[in-house]
T-cell receptor, first 114, second 111 residues
Framework: AQTVTQSQPEMSVQEAETVTLSCTYD???????LFWYKQPPSRQMILVIR??????QNATENRFSVNFQKAAKSFSLKISDSQLGDAAMYFC???????????FGGGTRLMVKP | KAGVTQTPRYLIKTRGQQVTLSCSPI?????VSWYQQTPGQGLQFLFE???????NKGNFPGRFSGRQFSNSRSEMNVSTLELGDSALYLC??????????FGSGTRLTVV
């Protein structure tokens, strides 16, 4: 079974600045995916970025990038040039290898100050 | 391409009643999974269906059940509702474990 831990319940960032959200996980699988999801007040979970564990290159999607450290089982999310619309809950998750059940961290609430 | 549709969006039920929630996945997606989200427990996996078969089940009592139809639409049922069942219920559809698309959820309030 997988476990996912997000140690920062809340984070705050000034608009246009950079913020990093932390995530650590534990899994017995050697090949797996990792995801960051964003949940705004509208409630819908939106996929922000995904990482395939067998790829050493860190994933990047526009202003969002990850720092994936497989040996340390760490998967942090960096948001550059933060915007007001980035304010939301962010969840780190992994389905493990079985791929049919996501395990989530407890979430980080990101606030963006104008 | 239509997204994942969950109905209803809001529901208020009385303790002891039962409730059925519906989820229509993205066309072509055969996997549908359900999650319960509460402030205290966070996001917890309920169960997952693939081609009408339950492949995996989370640690929830038997009052929680589900099914999937041949068109991949899924329903989950909660019988004998308890106050602690009040939560946001999210459904996700997937073609593979490369990505999951979520619906907007059903907010269930048990009074």
């Amino acid at each position: 079974a997988q476990t996912v831990t997000q140690s920062q319940p809340e984070m705050s960032v000034q608009e246009a600045e950079t913020v990093t959200l932390s995530c650590t996980y534990d899994t017995s699988e050697s090949d797996y995916y990792l995801f960051w999801y964003k949940q705004p007040p509208s409630r819908q979970m939106i996929l922000v970025i995904r990482q395939e564990a067998y790829k050493q290159q860190n994933a990047t999607e526009n202003r969002f990038s990850v720092n994936f450290q497989k040996a340390a089982k760490s998967f942090s999310l960096k948001i550059s040039d933060s915007q007001l619309g980035d304010a939301a809950m962010y969840f780190c998750s992994t389905p493990g290898y079985a791929g049919n059940m996501l395990t989530f961290g407890g979430g980080t609430r990101l606030m963006v100050k104008p | 391409k239509a997204g994942v549709t969950q109905t209803p969006r809001y529901l208020i039920k009385t303790r002891g009643q039962q409730v059925t929630l519906s989820c229509s996945p993205i066309s072509g997606h055969r996997s549908v999974s359900w999650y319960q989200q509460t402030p205290g427990q966070g996001l917890q996996f309920l169960f997952e269906y693939f081609s009408e078969t339950q492949r995996n089940k989370g640690n929830f009592p038997g009052r929680f059940s589900g099914r999937q139809f041949s068109n991949s639409r899924s329903e989950m049922n909660v019988s004998t509702l308890e106050l602690g069942d009040s939560a946001l219920y999210l459904c996700a559809s997937s073609a593979d474990f490369y990505g999951y698309t979520f619906g907007s959820g059903t907010r269930l309030t048990v009074v």
